[in-house]
């Protein structure tokens, strides 16, 4: 007699066993003693337990993680996969506004229904190894990080524009500004003249820009490459007639000196407020805080003239200077010289004010109306004003960036403390190590203001200063929640460690982390921060590598009903109600099978109605084997084949390819088969090749069949291996040109790679007839059909 299928008696069953046992439980490798070669780093985003539930998008996440981890790990992996808390920080806080209790209420008691989620999914996660970016422990060494950072001139404070969220009411970084509004909140961002702590992140622009370690989207590097913005030029010196000042640009167009006709500056300027008109200056305070994409973009050119001349340094001529807001602070130097004959934007501007234009470079590329330089091409035009310029000290060629460095002060109560004092005498002094960490106060009131709510708490602010003993106050601002995540990957490694962050060697040993999973909207900001933050520390000696993510995949968006199932949509539904209604394995499987995970796709009621019917399917088409069939049977036959097959697909799609929908897929042809033949002689090699399959999606009913068909703790059993001489090895005919005629054609084996493939139609003795000997200078592989080398 089979046994019903009940899925929450199987899950909660299993779930205890493994809990008792520690089953994922990984130690890290202790010095002197042999390691594993194989090790890996399974590593997903940590949550935001701002909301009160797991959404869909963290249970694709996370089932995806695990997955790569099961199989990993059956296959002779050391794997390492933890968890944790992203604790602090601004959502944090505003949840527990809305609810009107103490963020760390709030906070503790979402993780404490994430992590019950988390485990009622079966996720193999060491929970040894958690860590909360709230919790001491934890953001005592975010303070030591910090002051090492200050130590070596990669963290240091400066007055400057900074964005200000309204709604807020804090400072927030570049990168979080989107289209000019908050990302948080989509409050339109203003800007504020503000003291701040700020991360030299342009320190490392030019390696910021390269990925030797690391297999990243190429999306992700073109959208990072994009926000550094690298680009070569010079600067040159305008001196302004009416005040004496010198106001720098930066232009990558020096050729084009002699055609500027005016000069501009952005809004935001400083010189703007320093001294342009009043007119100009009431312009500059309305249009400097319209969005920035949307000045960038506007074809309608807006500006008032400040009354004030520049003196262009190559000819001395004097060009009316402008405030408009197509000028941008964040690109260059915030001024331009205008040059209306050789650019779309300044020349729109020159059209709408009726300022002069000068043509300076003719049809053929050429310099003109540039005295002596005439007649020089562009480049070299360039390169000759940009040398006169810098004998009279008033230009240089120099790289330009469009990163700025990142801003980490918030004036919020919910972070961790900034671990400095400011003395009268002394100046800034940082809190001595000994007295880390400077533990967060609880404060009734932390709502905000618009100051930091610890400014007002004077048990917290005042202090003596640690260098000269008199009275001194504590720095009042947070720091910015990506601070944390910048490092929590590394603290995963070694979280019980308080003598240290951690231990270089056990970081060494797992690190770079294997394959990391998240957002792509965190390609600007978490993504390039970590980079940041390791590329410091190796130089400091504190870890042996300089990319911390050797591997990064972008999932989908989950949605339902054709919108994003998000907290912002309002329309979150959490796992609970449908592991509630479906199990945990059907979930995890149904969340995987939708489609492609780096594509979106559309949660339904009807899909995971059919994954439950091929659970039920498995389930008694295992029990019946497993009656039938007690005995080890055959390993060879029709069944064998197809199991074998699907051993192949499913250990290359995950391993390989990063697929987990199309194994689901394989698994069902395999059950399919099965259930059809499920007396043949080899119909229990299938079952248990099934079972052991299914086990990364569906852990759970997976152990639960596997002692039915009479095993024991599939979690530890090794991954099945196909055999290779049961495949059934699937070819196409390859056809090889050489410039675009076809000189061959023969079979070979699918699963070539592409280089395979070349290799091949190299080594055609009629393909090498007609290369002559030479290297084609192109090669095209169209896969599953051709090669055509190009001479
Ligand atoms: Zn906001
Ligand atoms: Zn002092």
Sequence with gaps: MTPRYEPHEIEQKWQRVWEDEGAFHVPNPVPGAPTAENHWYQLEMLPYPSGPSLHMGHVLNYTMGDVQTHVRRRSGW??????????????????????????????????????????????????????????????????????????????????????WCPNDQTVIA??????????????????????????????????????????WPERTKAIQRNWIGRSEGAEILFRVDETGDDVAVFTTRADTLHGATFFVLAPEHPFVAAHASEEAQEYARHAGTRPVEERAAATKKTGVFTGLHAVNPIDGEKLPIWV???????????????????????????????????????????????????????????????????????????????????????????????????????GVVPVPEDELPVILPDIEDYAPKGRPPLAANEEYMNVDCPQCGGAA?????????????????????DSHNDEAPFDRFVVDYWLPVSQYIGGIDHSTGHLLYSRFFVKAMNDWGMVGFREPFARVFHQGWVQLGGLKMSKTRGN??????????????????????????????????????????????LWRVVHEVAESAPAPGATE??????????????????LRRFQFHTPIAALMELVNEL???????????????????????????AEELWTALGHERLWEAPWPEADESQLLRETFELVVQVNGRVRDRFEVDAGLSEEELVARARASERVQSYLDGGEPRKTIVVPRKLVNFVT
């Design 78 to 163: 050391h794997v390492v996969r933890p968890m944790g808390w992203d604790a602090f920080g601004l959502p944090a806080e505003n949840a527990a506004i809305r609810e009107g209790r103490h963020p760390r209420e709030t906070i503790e008691r979402n993780i404490e229904t994430m992590r019950a989620q988390m485990k009622r999914l079966g996720w193999a996660i060491d929970w040894d190894r958690e860590v909360a970016a709230h919790q001491p422990t934890f953001y005592r060494w975010t303070q030591w990080l910090f002051q090492q950072f200050v130590a070596h001139d990669l963290c240091y404070r400066r007055e400057g524009l900074v964005n």
């Design 174 to 215: 570049n990168e979080y500004v989107v289209d000019g509004r908050c990302e948080r909140c989509g409050a339109e961002v203003e800007l504020r003249n503000m003291t701040q702590w700020y991360m030299r992140t342009t320190a490392y622009a030019d390696e910021l820009l390269e990925y030797p370690d690391a297999e």
């Design 324 to 426: 408009a807001d197509y000028v941008l602070m964040d690109y260059g130097t915030g001024a331009i010289m205008a040059v209306p004959a050789h650019d779309e934007r300044d020349g729109e501007f020159a059209e709408t004010f009726s300022l002069p234009t000068k043509i300076v470079i003719d049809e053929d590329g050429k310099l003109v109306n540039s005295g002596r330089f005439d007649g020089l091409p562009a480049e070299e035009g360039a390169r000759a004003i940009v040398a006169a310029l810098e004998e009279q000290g008033r230009g240089r060629s120099t790289v330009n960036y469009r990163l700025r460095d990142w801003s980490v002060s918030r004036q919020r109560y919910w972070g961790c403390p900034i671990p400095f004092i400011h003395c009268e005498k002394c």
């Design 473 to 493: 106050r504590r720095d009042p601002d947070t720091m910015d929640t990506f601070v944390d995540s910048s490092w929590y990957f590394l603290r995963y490694i």
């Design 572 to 617: 979150v539904e959490g796992p609970d109600e449908i592991v509630d209604a479906y199990g945990a394995d059907a979930v995890r499987l149904y969340i995987l099978f939708m489609g492609p995970a780096d594509q979106d796709m559309e949660w339904t009621a009807d899909g995971v109605e059919g994954i439950v019917r091929f659970l039920r399917r």
């Design 637 to 654: 036959g029709a069944l064998a084949r197809k199991a074998n097959e699907t051993i192949a697909r499913v250990t290359d799609d995950v």
């Design 675 to 701: 259930s059809g033949s499920a007396d043949a002689p080899d119909a229990r090699f299938a079952a248990e090749t099934a079972v052991s399959l299914i086990q990364p999606y569906a852990p759970h009913v």
